[in-house]
């Protein structure tokens, strides 16, 4: 069934002359080139790009396409990236005419229904974190993080602190501690602790009057919620710092409990995770950050509000914040993102966010319960809407790693969960099933880990061994890095 | 709707294998004190059906490219968008796929992705291209620090001329906290950067020089000149692109630029009020292991195949956390793909047409332009490929407004910026950026508006 040929690089499908695109005659008087544009200015050669034809490229990708692993086609545990169905009716509404195709300095007045749709991400973004000021600019997460900290760079700035430290638990993701150090913050890592909760004394040793800001992810990365949050955050607050909620988990808590209520000052969205994005081969993504009514006036610009003119029509403006730390991107941010978020906060209700929660939480528990005895989490008896088995154990006693039982799950259709993420557990398997997933999938899967467990460790240290590719030389992938096609020379 | 799988019967079958009564069991790990009472304040559930009306509806109270005509620039445009794009990123084994961490269950966006970096490479003239960035501004920025941590140097950044006002605000909020002193370098008389003035500016503490072509104001700056003054002095040239120009354009790496960057928008991706689109990143070989952002390299597999993997990934946040080249995760993946469609369904021929079509057209509407009474086209002895800046007997803002009412759209207006140095400051100036979708009959249709 593979189609090897239509897989090569389309650089080796790429013949001279050929061609895909076909132009509209110029119609309007035309000029010689050298005339308009100086010939030093003008390339020499055409671009070396492939040469194909439009049939060539459709079943070009479209076989590749055959060689992913995606949600709709296979289950998707990949922990911490809430690998949800992406509802179809995102994709069509997304792309209505008055919306996907307005430009981005387009007057406010002549895309009043686009800021109408904007304006109520804001609020209900505002609404589920329990913090009223919203801005939709940052394009993923880990600007969000970024942003947030900008902000709280300008808020001590501005009150005429000097806050240095940003701390954060071991757990955290990459992203925390590499925002922190761009937005020029000195990074401080809290140890983990056995119950892969925050060491509240820990915590209290090192929060002074030169912390900025602590970043925690609630429920952190272990899957749990973080109990001692509130007296977390007192601390903070009694040092006079900020506390950060890294949101990237927020599909365990949405309609249950809010940032804002637990202590929060500001936090980020995964709209491209909690509110189904989708996640796009890698990407876009989008990242709305929530802070406190004090924080709002830092926020980058420019932000959406709603007014009432004086004929009592509703007018919404783009707003620039009185002290804005300026803008993070260019333009106002990932709307067709934000969008499709929209539009599922819209079919969910509040009901239905509320109930999504639960069911991501008891599909996890399920998955949790039901691998306990060959996976058993190293944390908690209980999780919230993801959890991190170990494979320490069986790696100790039947040399079978994290990788080994991952690789082979591609074999039996299933995507791997993420592993060694995070840091603090050994051999981590981090398994994110999501509430859109049944039983007897959940069931299917566990059976399946059952069984890989009772492979050898010589065969799982080959797997997968039914996918076209099996375990990439990445040693040599780092050491002689080829990163692009280049054409044969002297053949 | 939460698009949910257990009924009622499986969800009691769930709980008792857990060991709970219910799901309210599983939540006592969060302290009752705060957890909600009551429900979120969000309007009520809608069907599929409702959604679409209530999107609908408001979809026509907003005014898209689609429907009018757009002269709009700045930095986004109305490409034409082939059909294959839409088709191929509409695949549900692409979009609904994330980060390829799993080499063996992700080939197919691997190779799109070593594909795609072949093809930015082939399009800039650059060695190396990574596998996205957010969009534009970004990318400037990220090339900036990089340039920052390849010369060592952290003391000054100069920008020459008219880069995108918004790409400048950017770069200030991304360097102003720290050290490093932004020297923004006037644009001359002819609307290119002033290179007396650049000369003077760049000294042996700058990491980058940072220029823009065409720049904001839709003018060819010389890029060899402005590489000679920056490599003096052991600087490197960051040069911000735009991609459709380069069916014509020599390429910024022929013309001695170390980092190139772009917002990838006109490759084939839709306006959407600003986002998402695509930041582009290539540079020289050298500077590899300083990228920011994720690379896709070949390699062999255990049974000596071809394949792809996510690589060199020791620069990045989830290994190397604060020291990583960047904080970016989540990059702008189908974006690159749409890219890598567009790229491939213009080629070399489609994208010289492109942009003849669209400095052909720039032209004559400038030409006309410039013959109405009051009307002056700025810098018009200065090469220009699809934009340029008129300036109007009115305000700006108020002839955007004239024109908007007959279903024409043009912009934006320079007054809605900071000002760019060595720009006069004043309410007339405006930017019209001709594409190769736009007809004569359009053309003069906006031509007879401004009369
Ligand atoms: C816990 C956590 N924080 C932050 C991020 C960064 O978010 P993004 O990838 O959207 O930039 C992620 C995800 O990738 C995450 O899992």
């Known amino acids: 069934m593979r189609n090897t040929l239509a897989t090569q690089l389309i650089f080796d499908l790429s013949s001279p002359g050929r061609r895909a695109a076909r132009l509209p005659q110029c119609d309007v008087p035309t000029r010689a080139i050298e005339e308009l544009i100086p010939a030093k200015f003008l390339a020499e050669k055409p671009l070396p790009l492939p040469e194909v034809a439009e049939p060539d490229i459709v079943r070009h990708y479209v076989n590749l396409s055959t060689l992913n692993m995606s949600v709709d086609t296979h289950f998707y545990p990949l ?77 001590f700035r501005d009150r005429g602190e000097n806050r240095r430290k940003v701390l954060f638990p071991a757990s955290a993701h990459g992203t925390n501690p590499a925002s922190a150090a761009i937005a020029g913050f000195d990074c401080v890592q809290l140890p983990a602790t056995a119950n892969g909760l925050m060491d509240v004394e820990e915590l209290r040793k090192h929060a002074d009057s030169s912390t900025a800001c602590l970043m925690v992810t609630n ?49 980020h969205y995964n709209v491209h995770k909690t509110f189904t994005g989708p996640h796009g081969a890698g990407g876009p993504g989008s990242g709305p950050i929530a802070v406190r009514d004090f924080l709002k006036p830092y926020l980058p610009a420019p932000i959406i509000e709603k007014t009432t003119a004086e004929n009592g029509q509703t007018v919404y403006q783009l707003v620039t914040p009185e002290k804005t730390i300026g803008k993070v991107r260019t333009f106002f941010g990932n709307v067709g993102i934000l969008i499709r978020g929209y539009c599922y906060l819209r079919t969910l209700g509040p009901e239905g966010v509320r109930k999504a929660a639960e069911h ?132 | 709707m939460s698009y949910l799988f257990a009924t009622a019967s499986e969800e009691q079958a769930m709980l008792s294998r857990i060991g709970v009564d219910s799901i309210d069991q599983l939540l006592q790990q969060i302290p009752k004190p705060l957890q909600l009472d009551k429900l979120l304040d969000l309007p009520p559930a809608l069907s599929e059906m409702e959604l679409e009306q209530h999107l609908r509806q408001l979809a026509s109270q907003s005014s898209g490219a689609t429907s009018r005509m757009c002269f709009q620039g700045g930095g986004a445009y109305d490409h034409y968008i082939p059909s294959v794009v839409d088709e191929i990123t509409g695949r549900g084994e692409y979009y609904t796929a994330y980060t390829p961490y799993q080499a063996e269950a992700s080939q197919g966006t691997l ?172 540079c020289r070989n050298d500077f590899i292991r300083r990228m920011p952002g994720r690379l896709i390299g070949e ?87 699809k934009e340029f800046v008129i300036q109007a007997p009115q305000s700006a803002q108020t002839l955007i407004e004239k024109v908007a009412k007959a279903g024409v759209d043009i912009g934006p207006a320079l007054s809605q910026f900071a000002p760019i140095p060595g720009m006069p400051d004043t309410e007339n100036l405006l930017l019209v950026a001709v594409t190769e979708q736009r007809t004569k009959a359009q053309i003069d249709h906006l031509v007879n508006l401004l009369k």
């Open chain 1, 79 to 155: 922990g911490s990236c809430t690998m949800k169905y992406n509802p179809k009716r995102h994709e069509r509404l997304s792309k209505l005419g008055g919306i996907v195709d307005v430009h981005p300095y387009q007057h406010a007045d002549r895309m009043q229904g686009l800021l109408a749709i904007l304006y109520e991400m804001q609020n209900m973004l505002g609404e589920i974190a329990g913090l009223p000021a919203v801005s939709l600019q940052p394009a993923a997460g880990a600007q969000g993080e970024l942003t947030a900290l900008m902000v709280a760079a300008a808020y």
């Open chain 1, 219 to 267: 429920p952190n990365t272990l899957g749990l919620f973080e109990k001692q949050i509130a007296e977390v955050a007192k601390i903070i607050h009694d040092v006079g710092g900020l506390v950060y909620i890294d949101g990237a988990n927020m599909n365990a808590i949405m309609g249950i409990t809010r940032p804002g209520d637990f202590g929060g000052d500001m936090m």
């Open chain 1, 360 to 491: 991501a939480i008891l599909n996890a528990n399920y998955l949790k319960a039901i691998l306990k005895d060959i996976l058993p989490a190293a944390h908690g008896e209980y999780c919230l809407h993801e959890f991190v088995a170990s494979a320490s154990k069986l790696s100790k006693e039947k040399h079978i790693s994290a990788m080994d039982i991952a690789k082979r799950l591609l074999d039996f259709g299933f995507h791997a969960p993420t592993v060694y993420f995070p840091l603090v557990v050994p051999e981590a398997l981090m398994m994110e099933p999501t509430e859109t997933e049944s039983k007897a999938t959940l069931d299917a899967f566990a059976e399946t880990i059952r069984k890989i467990t009772e492979e050898s460790a010589e065969f799982l240290h080959d797997a997968p061994h039914s996918l076209p590719v099996s375990r990439p030389n990445d040693v040599q992938a780092a050491r002689q890095p080829v990163l692009s096609w280049s054409p044969k020379v002297g053949v």
């Open chain 2, 111 to 282: 190779q799109a992705f070593f594909e795609y970096q072949t093809m930015i490479c082939q399009l800039t003239g650059m060695q190396v291209s990574n596998a996205s960035l957010y969009e534009g501004g970004g990318s400037v920025s990220e090339a900036t620090l990089m340039a920052m941590r390849t010369t060592g140097r952290t003391g000054r950044v100069v920008i020459a001329g008219a880069l995108h006002p918004e790409y400048t605000q950017v770069l200030r909020t991304y360097v102003g906290h720290t050290s490093t002193e932004v020297i923004h370098i006037p644009v001359g008389s002819d609307g290119t950067v002033d290179l007396t003035k650049l000369a003077g500016a760049i000294d042996e503490n700058t990491a980058a020089v940072i220029v823009q072509n065409p720049n904001f104001l839709g003018n060819i700056e010389d890029l060899a000149a402005i590489a000679d003054l920056t490599h003096a002095k052991e600087s490197l040239m960051v040069v911000s692109t735009d991609p459709i120009s380069l069916g014509l354009l020599a390429r910024p790496g022929d013309l001695g630029a170390d980092i190139v960057v772009a917002e990838g928008q006109s490759l084939g991706i839709p306006l959407q009020f600003g986002g998402p689109y695509l930041g582009i990143l290539a």
């Open chain 2, 299 to 385: 390699t062999i597999d255990r049974t000596g195949g071809r394949c792809f993997v996510l690589s060199l990934q020791a620069r990045e946040q989830h290994i190397r956390r604060d020291k990583a080249t960047s904080n970016i995760c989540t990059n702008q993946g189908l974006m690159a793909l749409r890219a890598t469609m567009f790229m491939a369904q213009m080629g070399p021929q489609g994208f010289k047409e492109t942009a003849e079509l669209c400095l052909q057209k720039a032209h004559y509407a400038a030409t006309q332009i410039a013959a109405i009474p009051g009307y002056t086209i700025l810098f018009s002895e200065t090469p220009k490929f």
